[in-house]
């Protein structure tokens, strides 16, 4: 049964951190992971997709790696910003139509 | 270009009474998935539907249910209702075969069982 942890489940950085998120699953057979953020009482908007034969995405100052192998995945942001305080959510799916969430990370920017 | 698109945004129900949630794909996609999050929790998956049947399901009592349309839009019911299934219900929006089955999230549905 997959598993999906992220550590750590709060963070408080000031503005111009750079910082890393931690994403582990316990079932290294998957089809892809996707990165998503959630602004309080709102939807997701994906960040990020990374299908299993890739190792990392690009996205302006976003950037996610997978290590299949070692069940792991992180997410990079670079110089932080106050408006990207949110709550960072991965999700795997793996050979079934399902995605798998991890209970995400609340993140706060101080500016 | 229209994103996923979920009604109502909030709803308050008494317990034992019946919901239906409805949610539109984004254009272009043809597979509809359904996901509960509890407050302080990821999303946890209900089902998928998929050319008007029911594709996946997570581990979920039979009275929730579903149904897509010819349209691909979707419907989400719960029967029964208990204080327990209040959550924000969240739609995502895919393409069904061929692609790399990103997700894309409507703004959810608040539910409030009293």
């Known amino acids: 049964k997959q598993e999906v942890t992220q550590i750590p489940a709060a963070l408080s950085v000031p503005e111009g951190e750079n910082l890393v998120l931690n994403c582990s699953f316990t079932d290294s057979a998957i089809y892809n992971l996707q990165w998503f953020r959630q602004d309080p009482g709102k939807g997701l908007t994906s960040l990020l997709l990374i299908q299993s034969s890739q190792r990392e995405q690009t996205s302006g100052r976003l950037n996610a790696s997978l290590d299949k192998s070692s069940g792991r995945s992180t997410l990079y942001i670079a110089a932080s910003q106050p408006g990207d305080s949110a709550t960072y959510l991965c999700a795997v799916r793996g050979g079934t139509y399902k995605y798998i969430f991890g209970t995400g990370t609340r993140l706060k920017v101080l500016a | 270009d229209a994103g996923v698109t979920q009604s109502p945004t909030h709803l308050i129900k008494t317990r034992g009474q019946q919901v239906t949630l409805r949610c539109s794909p984004k254009s272009g996609h043809d597979t509809v998935s359904w996901y509960q999050q509890a407050l302080g929790q990821g999303p946890q998956f209900i089902f998928q539907?998929?050319?008007?049947?029911?594709?996946q399901r997570g581990n979920f009592p039979d009275r929730f249910s579903g149904h897509q349309f010819p349209n691909y839009s979707s419907e989400l019911n719960v029967n029964a209702l208990l204080l327990g299934d209040s959550a924000l219900y969240l739609c995502?929006?895919?393409?069904?075969?061929?692609?790399?089955?990103?997700?894309?999230f409507g703004p959810g549905t608040r539910l409030t069982v009293t």
């Open positions: 539907y998929y050319e008007e049947e029911e594709r």
């Open positions: 995502a929006s895919s393409l069904g075969q061929g692609s790399l089955d990103e997700q894309y």
